[in-house]
């Protein structure tokens, strides 16, 4: 081929020159020489209209050629450079995941994190999912709509943080148990309803076994033929899973609450020897919760008709399961932040409980 202009040779440089860029930095060095304002290609495009018209479209085509394959050289090696930066970049920072997120971390997972996570995986395992309700309720989801009435004496048991009044009379509350989650669940979720609330709950009350902020979690199952051996078979399966051994003996005490009829409260066998509680041993009961079949008047303030739906609730301390599991002997120390209690009875940040994996792992 003929090569009017000693183009070829122009190009055979570039060529190499762009070959042997070892950086973004000489690339664009190269790019400047060839294409830039006073680059050498460019020079001669603006030379062309010296050029006779005959000349001239031959020339002119010859150029904007080279200027076109010089350009797409320069960008395929930009992203070859780029390309071998990243990987060398990926090269050296490679990290390893599985390491503590910060090895001079004093910290671990709160017990009552750890055993939060454990209740979510048992129940998840068993077909509920988690819902959740506000910290700061109104008089009805913590009280009426749970056939707690405004005189009824459950109310004084509740110890109740209340909030300044409002114009129209009304106070909102700091929930007292994770009950209300069960109307906001009928309120929001269509049937059948599965579902565990775990959360926050506050009352006016504070020693030895109480603090004003502890934690519970909910359950609440809603459909059309759910009953009470469901709901038995529901707590045993629980607490074998949680107390990882399936030799938890279970009683069921008739009791009262106002949200349920009828209502059980529910103890597990333990021992006391050497005044360490052991769960699953020996002729002691402990109470671990409170539970029932849901009162008609708490599914119709669930906006359900309860001649048609039916089911069962319980709510259950986690902090008590904390304690009980992990042989935690005082509660007020969950809240203390003391770093040395927190070594002693915390979780390492990776260890998250599965069922395949071992929940206390
Ligand atoms: N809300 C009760 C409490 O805080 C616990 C409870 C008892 C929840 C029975 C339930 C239930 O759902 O059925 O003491």
């Given at each position: ?8 040779e ?6 190499a020159?762009?070959?042997?860029a070892?950086?973004?930095a000489?690339?664009e060095?190269?790019?400047v ?19 006779p ?8 085509a ?5 200027k ?30 599985t ?11 709160h ?55 409002r ?71 629980f ?10 003996k279970?009683?069921?005490r ?64 986690i ?6 599991k992990?042989g ?25 409980p ?8």
């Amino acid at each position: 081929m003929s090569d009017p202009g000693g183009l070829k040779e122009l190009q055979q440089g570039f060529e190499a020159a762009i070959a042997a860029a070892d950086s973004e930095a000489a690339l664009e060095e190269v790019r400047v020489r060839a294409l830039g304002k006073k680059g050498e290609i460019s020079q001669l495009m603006k030379g062309l209209g010296k050029l006779p018209p005959e000349e001239r479209k031959a020339r002119g085509a010859a150029l904007n050629r080279l200027k076109g394959e010089i350009g797409a050289l320069l960008g395929r090696r930009k992203q070859e450079l780029r390309d071998a930066a990243l990987e060398e970049r990926l090269k050296t920072e490679r990290v390893d995941v599985t390491l503590p997120a910060r090895p001079e971390a004093q910290g671990a997972i709160h017990p009552v994190s750890h055993v939060w996570e454990e209740v979510v995986e048992i129940f998840a395992d068993l077909g509920f999912s988690v819902a959740e309700g506000p910290h700061i309720e109104t008089d009805w989801y913590n009280f009426e709509a749970l056939n707690i009435p405004p005189e009824h004496p459950a109310r004084q048991e509740h110890d109740t943080f209340y909030f300044h009044k409002r114009e129209d009379g009304s106070r909102r509350v700091l929930r007292t148990h994770t009950s209300p989650v069960q109307i906001r669940a009928m309120e929001t979720r269509p049937l059948p309803i599965r579902v565990i609330a775990p959360g926050r709950t506050f009352r006016c009350d504070s020693d030895q076994t109480h603090t004003p902020m502890f934690h519970q979690v909910e359950a609440l199952v809603l459909d059309e033929s759910t009953h009470m051996g469901h709901l038995k078979w529901t707590l045993e399966e629980f607490c074998k899973a949680f107390f990882e051994t399936d030799n938890v003996k279970m009683r069921f005490r008739a009791s009262h609450f106002p949200f349920t009829e009828p209502s059980m409260e529910v103890d597990i066998n333990c021992s006391w020897q050497g005044g360490q509680v052991k769960v699953g041993e020996g002729d002691d009961w402990l109470e671990i919760l409170g539970s029932g079949m849901v009162h008609p008047n708490v599914i119709r303030a669930g906006g359900h008709d309860p001649d048609k739906v039916q089911g069962f609730a319980f709510g259950i301390g986690i902090d008590r399961l904390a304690m009980l599991k992990y042989g935690i002997p005082d509660l007020r120390a969950f809240f203390e932040s003391d770093l040395r209690w927190l070594r002693h009875y915390g979780f390492r940040a990776l260890d998250v409980p599965t069922l395949a994996g071992g929940l206390s792992a």
